[in-house]
């Protein structure tokens, strides 16, 4: 995020326009769908959360996933809809359109089965001011191997090093592990160190690697940061990406 020009809302036909448009952004796409590809199990259950346009849900029905998709703005459900029609008529897409608190209070998919991996891309989870009841809820609608694998915004990019925000937020982030980030060139939202997404899912997932968004090649086919082992300086090593890769491990 700049402190550049204003945010402007763009949903729907407009937001897949644009996230397609970038090279970047394709890369860093594609990087995800590689990692979701490597770690489900074949024709596995999918839990698309922030779905958006379901550039991701159609990619991965194609490929023979069922995915259910989740995103709470109209104009992305209805693109979405349209996106993936032949794979919701044929039952390999789920859409649920459903409120936030609603979706919260659903006991499980509406599929009927839980799902092996939740996938999040493009950092949803940052405009979720709170997480816990959240992992909860993906504790709920995961298989017991369950994992998530959850593209969240990097706050040590050294993109944003260049702007005065972040050096006036960086005592708070480094002291309360988040910062809340009003808007600007980007939707309000909430930036989180790595300490706190562990702390906030810990009693229903552990954090278990790191992946960066745009690898170098010689990272490319690496699995990533392993936490539970070197892995302390893990925000160095992702710092050149605007985004990272989180994956969880669900907790008995």
């Given at each position: 995020?700049?402190?550049?020009?204003?945010?402007?809302?763009?949903?729907?036909?407009?937001?897949?326009?644009?996230?397609?448009?970038?090279?970047?952004?394709?890369?860093?796409?594609?990087?995800?769908?590689?990692?979701?590809?490597?770690?489900?199990?074949?024709?596995?259950?999918?839990?698309?959360?922030?779905?958006?346009?379901?550039?991701?849900?159609?990619?991965?029905?194609?490929?023979?996933?069922?995915?259910?998709?989740?995103?709470?703005?109209?104009?992305?459900?209805?693109?979405?809809?349209?996106?993936?029609?032949?794979?919701?008529?044929?039952?390999?897409?789920?859409?649920?359109?459903?409120?936030?608190?609603?979706?919260?209070?659903?006991?499980?998919?509406?599929?009927?089965?839980?799902?092996?991996?939740?996938?999040?891309?493009?950092?949803?989870?940052?405009?979720?001011?709170?997480?816990?009841?959240?992992?909860?809820?993906?504790?709920?609608?995961?298989?017991?191997?369950?994992?998530?694998?959850?593209?969240?915004?990097?706050?040590?990019?050294?993109?944003?090093?260049?702007?005065?925000?972040?050096?006036?937020?960086?005592?708070?982030?480094?002291?309360?592990?988040?910062v809340f980030v009003p808007g600007g060139a980007a939707p309000p939202h909430t930036r989180r160190r790595l300490a706190d997404f562990s702390a906030l899912s810990s009693p229903y997932f552990t954090l278990t690697r790191v992946f960066c968004a745009l690898p170098s090649e010689s990272q490319r086919h690496t699995n990533g940061i392993d936490l539970n082992d070197g892995g302390r300086w893990a925000?160095?090593?992702?710092?050149?990406?605007?985004?990272?890769?989180?994956?969880?491990?669900?907790?008995?």
């Open positions: 995020m700049s402190s550049g020009a204003p945010y402007e809302n763009h949903t729907g036909a407009v937001y897949f326009q644009r996230i397609t448009t970038l090279e970047e952004d394709r890369r860093v796409r594609s990087t995800f769908q590689d990692l979701v590809l490597g770690m489900a199990p074949p024709g596995a259950m999918l839990f698309d959360f922030g779905a958006g346009p379901g550039i991701d849900a159609r990619f991965f029905a194609e490929r023979g996933f069922t995915v259910e998709a989740y995103d709470v703005d109209p104009k992305m459900c209805e693109f979405l809809a349209t996106h993936c029609r032949e794979f919701i008529d044929s039952g390999r897409v789920i859409l649920d359109r459903s409120s936030y608190r609603e979706f919260l209070a659903h006991k499980a998919l509406i599929a009927g089965r839980p799902a092996n991996l939740v996938i999040s891309n493009f950092a949803p989870l940052n405009q979720v001011a709170e997480l816990t009841e959240l992992f909860a809820k993906f504790h709920a609608i995961t298989c017991p191997a369950g994992k998530l694998l959850l593209s969240v915004l990097t706050p040590y990019f050294i993109g944003d090093l260049k702007t005065r925000w972040w050096w006036r937020n960086a005592p708070r982030l480094w002291r309360d592990r988040h925000w160095l090593q992702v710092a050149t990406s605007r985004f990272m890769f989180l994956l969880f491990e669900k907790r008995e």
